[in-house]
């Protein structure tokens, strides 16, 4: 094999989410107008956009070594890949999207058994059919292709629906009456491209970089100086990662202690720690974790 790796990067609502973690992880993406091709400036990576919906089929295949995707499109296409990773992240949030079984407020039907023999519509019929299933309901589950919420009651009894915040189901006066799955991004890979080592260890190493930049988001650094007879008192305030760093200063009645926080935690925390006797606070931000 040759050492390029063929990566996907997602196109449509979560690339943009994809290539902001990408470039604060040391990889700058750029994607043309019109172009499916993203340009990276890691001459060992070539890139391909796909929609998310597709991309586990072309891992799967071969066609392409890795990507990102919804773990909700590698149950929809039932594709055989490697899961190397869970990231976070998505265009709103770091919660799991939810794949949830809606029906008209004014509807009668309360539970899943009510939808048997009913038409359901969705993007996502696979899934649709094996959450169904699971519960002993079969019914006609119909392929939407957009605009899903505004088909229940003329043109579907129910629906099944992605939503991170719900608020495109309740606009449309949707009631959820049961959860089908929760997603989140994976890294996925191609077994057989991960099985060759300099593949793996560039998807590894990638994965590595990734991770470290999402654990290190809404966290800073606090480094202060303390008196030694006022050490546990601060320490006490302090919501450590670990544990503090805490080294000797010139003066042997002074220690530096050192610290990662949540940024949101530091307004409080701050004046906490001057009371308590730290001294000469920094705050700095950090771009990575690596555990």
Not at 4 to 23: C, N, R, Y
Not at 96 to 118: D, F, N
């Amino acid at each position: 094999m040759s050492n390029i790796l063929k990566l996907g990067i997602p196109a449509g609502s979560l690339q943009e989410a994809t290539i902001d973690l990408f470039k604060k992880s040391g990889y700058n993406i750029s994607v043309a107008s019109r172009s499916y091709v993203p340009a990276i400036d890691d001459e060992e990576i070539e890139c391909l956009s796909l929609r998310a919906q597709e991309m586990a089929r072309y891992v799967a295949n071969g066609d392409l070594d890795a990507g990102l995707t919804g773990f909700d499109w590698i149950v929809e296409t039932e594709s055989d890949v490697r899961e190397v990773a869970e990231l976070r992240f998505s265009k709103v949030s770091r919660r799991p999207v939810r794949w949830v079984l809606c029906v008209p407020e004014e509807s009668p039907i309360t539970e899943i058994a009510q939808l048997q023999g009913k038409r359901i519509a969705t993007e996502g019929v696979n899934l649709t059919r094996q959450f169904l299933a699971k519960h002993g309901v079969t019914a006609n589950v119909e392929f939407s292709w957009g605009a899903t919420e505004v088909k229940p009651p003329k043109l579907a009894d129910a629906i099944v629906e992605v939503t991170e915040t719900g608020g495109s189901l309740r606009a449309n006066k949707l009631r959820i009456i049961a959860e089908v799955l929760q997603s989140t991004t994976r890294f996925i890979a191609n077994h057989v491209s991960y099985a060759d080592p300099w593949k793996k260890q560039k998807i590894d190493d990638l994965v590595l970089m990734l991770q470290a930049t999402m654990a290190a988001e809404g966290k800073v650094v606090l480094m202060m100086n303390v008196p030694k007879d006022d050490r546990a008192a601060v320490l006490s305030l302090l919501p450590a990662l670990q544990q503090p760093t805490i080294s000797q200063l010139a003066d042997a009645k002074w220690i530096a202690v050192q610290t990662v926080i949540q940024e949101s935690l530091v307004r409080t925390l701050i004046p906490k720690l001057k009371a308590a006797g730290a001294t000469g606070i920094v705050e700095y931000p950090i771009s990575k974790i690596i555990p």
